[in-house]
């Protein structure tokens, strides 16, 4: 006994299948955006939203790159610096002079901590 059941899969009362008009849009504005190899995104905001909600820059979803507003002038890549260690941060504050003063002070307590605070020049 072989059954069908039509309605399988479908939405019951959503109408015939393949339906186009599934009720009225509402208005839209499209903005687009473009990333320094030329890609153009298009992106979709509702009619009524403040223009300053949005976005000047976005990340161009082909690319990754920021894509901007103005296709004659796109954003450039930002160049990312490399990861920093504590030492680098150090030396970016202290001058080689201070840090040798540092170091000398640092000794001095060690060498008076363990009893041999022999001066040494």
Known sequence: MSSSN????????????????????????AVSYW????NETVRYFAADVDPEEIPEQIDSPH??????????????????EPYKTHLAY???????EKAEELLAQALQKLR??????????
């Open 6 to 29: 039509a309605i399988r899969g479908a939405r019951v009362g959503s109408g015939p299948m393949g339906e186009k008009d599934h009720g009225v849009r509402a208005e839209r504005l």
């Open 35 to 38: 990333d320094v190899n030329g």
């Open 63 to 80: 690319t990754g790159l920021p894509a901007g507003r103005d296709k004659a002038n796109p954003p450039e890549l930002v160049k990312n």
């Open 90 to 96: 150090v030396k970016e504050r202290r001058t080689p």
């Open 112 to 121: 008076e901590r363990r009893g041999s605070a022999e001066v040494s020049s």
